[in-house]
């Protein structure tokens, strides 16, 4: 049987580092190339030596797939291709594609720059990486070869994002990437028809979680915000600089201009403004409201909100300061967060996932001494709050999505063990399939059993229709023809046509059978009787009376000789074609039961 195997090299029962690989139909497809936020050794990367010891990955892997911008998918593409070996395609959205190299450089900075780091890919390895990279719109199909070929689909979550379906033959595989099934303030939800595929590899960040109103959600952050202020504290909200950071800031804008407030809001400057010239640039990719807004005003375009210089950290009273990055794990919003970390009267707000053995996962765990660099200690007497503004789907979601796409089989990855398994169980219980959740490393083999397309002729169609009730298109059908197998597509036609097409001479197979029963008239009596019996039992069929003394019913002949030894046991002979097959099998149950005394000569 047909088979598909998924290996995941990061975000197996982890979140971080997604890299996963999925051979189907004797093709080897990446999908995904992140590193992970919380290790600053070899272990951000993913591991590639599970392909190959040593050498190049062209030869590998027939194509790199990136779902969307984020550093946790993408991360590694410049150390994959550039320092280990990839020249193969690399496809992404175009959002995506524009994105990618600016997190790309900005990551390298941090790490080269300021950290001193080596064993490090270059700014030079960003741009040769990128012009690997074909850009792909979205429900465009694309033939990556003759028999490979890939379709994207919108998923929401951050600008450009999409959910990829693979398709070999006819087995397919559809990548989530991350995703949202809930529109918010700037993206629509996401959404995929009913493409039936073998297996749905689906995120599971929030795999146990399900999120309450987002409306409740915007107003308790806004109270928050709001009363921080009001006590003359400032509030630090890490966030990556495209997704929730456009969210929050239309939020804030909003509520600023409503509220005539004065506090200062600012947003750590540099990768905002490109990103917001994105967010113009591909306006199509954002939701309805903000389409329609944008012929008056552009959303992205913050009256309260000025860009922020490290100096203001030590102004005198309240303020507000979105920084990049989201975990706290590095960057402009962890040395605010140093600066600010011993007032009560401040406040840092978690609006996102974060990873294990960032600052950001330790202080949402109630850590309140944290040990910085250099081994000096910081103690954190600001108020920390978590509000989950993630663009992720939640449980729900996840099951919505299964229920859109309806998946043989659903595969599990970026998400944590625990909760993952809770989620693998519901999945299983819900939609009775087969759910999986390999660890990074470990090969999940999903048998496909493959729907073989066969075209029939409308001659075979019709024909059928006549003889039945029109057939519900949502049911299956059991369809009687005769199979052509030519170059390579197969026909079902009548057999009529196919001995006409074919050119070969017609034969006519019947089946024959005997049936033993007692009757102790004459063999032509006994005939009679059997006409009349099957005439008061079979009143919709025509049942004739043939000259040479057997009877007809449909294509159905019964004949009748006596045996030699015992004159009151007759052999009844009953013979018929393959259509009437059905009715054959009918009458010799019948003649079985033998024949009533009341039945007349």
């Not at 915000?225 to 009001?230: F, G, K, L, R």
Request: overall charge neutral; proline content about 5%.
């Amino acid at each position: 049987m047909p088979e598909i195997k998924v290996t995941p090299l990061g975000a197996g029962q982890d979140v971080g580092r997604s890299c996963i690989l999925v051979s189907i139909g004797g093709k080897n497809v990446m999908l995904d190339c992140g590193m992970h936020m919380g290790f600053n050794d070899d272990r951000r990367f993913p591991d590639f030596s599970y392909i190959t010891q040593n050498g190049r990955l062209t030869e590998f892997l027939d194509c790199v797939i990136i779902s969307h911008f984020h550093l946790d998918h993408c991360g590694a593409l410049p150390y994959m291709s550039e320092m280990i070996g990839y020249d193969g395609p690399i496809y992404m959205t175009h959002p995506t594609k524009a994105i990618c190299p600016i997190l790309l450089e900005d990551y390298r900075k941090i790490t080269v720059d300021k950290k001193g780091e080596t064993n490090f890919f270059t700014s030079q390895m960003i741009k040769d990486c990128m012009k690997k990279v074909v850009a792909i719109h979205l429900h465009q199909t694309v033939q990556v070869d003759d028999e490979l070929e890939i379709k994207a689909y919108y998923a929401g979550h951050v600008l450009g994002a999409a959910m990829v379906q693979i398709r070999v033959g006819s087995e397919s595989v559809v990548y989530t990437g991350d995703y949202n099934m809930t529109p918010d303030r700037h993206l629509g939800a996401a959404w995929i028809d009913k493409c039936r595929p073998d297996l749905l590899i689906s995120e599971s960040t929030y795999a146990t979680t399900i999120r309450d109103s987002k409306r409740c959600r915007e107003r308790d952050f806004l109270k928050k915000v709001h009363d921080a202020i009001e006590r003359g504290g400032k509030v630090l909200i890490p966030v990556f600089a495209l997704g929730r950071a456009q969210e929050l800031c239309i939020l804030l804008e909003t509520f600023w201009e409503r509220m005539n407030l004065k506090a200062p809001i600012y947003f750590s400057t540099g990768l905002t403004e490109k990103a917001n010239h994105y967010y113009k640039l591909f306006i199509t990719w954002t939701n309805q409201k903000i389409r329609k807004t944008f012929v008056q005003r552009n959303m992205f375009e913050f009256k309260h909100i000025k860009p922020f210089d490290r100096t203001y950290a030590d102004n005198p009273g309240p303020m507000v300061v979105f920084a990049t990055p989201g975990m706290l794990h590095a960057g402009q919003s962890l040395q605010i967060f140093r600066k600010w970390a011993g007032n009560e009267k401040n406040m840092v707000i978690m609006p996102g996932y974060c990873v294990q053995g960032t600052v950001g996962h330790k202080i949402l765990s109630g850590q309140r001494k944290l040990e910085m660099e250099g081994r000096q200690t910081l103690e954190v007497k600001m108020q920390v709050e978590y509000m989950s503004f993630s663009a992720h789907a939640d449980a729900k979601g996840i099951m919505q999505l299964i229920r859109q796409a309806e998946p043989h089989h659903v595969l599990l990855v970026h998400g944590e063990a625990k909760k993952m398994g809770f989620l693998k169980q519901k999945i299983e219980q819900e939609f009775s399939i087969n759910c999986y959740m390999p660890a990074n490393g470990e090969t999940s083999t999903i048998v496909t059993n493959p729907n073989i397309p066969v075209d029939i002729s409308l001659c075979l169609l019709k024909r059928d229709s006549a003889l039945g009730p029109i057939p519900d298109p949502k049911k299956q059908k059991l369809m009687h023809g005769t199979l052509i197998i030519k170059d390579n597509s197969l026909r079902l036609v009548s057999p009529e046509q196919a001995v006409k097409e074919l050119g070969l001479s017609e034969h006519h197979l019947r089946y024959t059978c005997k049936v033993q029963i007692q009757d102790h008239h004459s063999e032509q009596d006994t005939l009679n009787r059997i006409y009349n019996h099957l005439k008061n039992i079979l009143k919709d069929y025509p049942i004739q009376h043939l000259p040479d003394g057997s009877v007809m019913v449909e294509s159905i002949l019964i004949k009748i000789s006596a045996t030699s030894d015992d004159q009151s046991t007759k052999d009844v002979l009953v013979s018929w074609t393959y259509q009437d097959e059905e009715l054959g099998s009918y009458l010799i149950t019948l003649l079985k039961k033998g024949l009533p005394p009341s039945i007349p000569l």
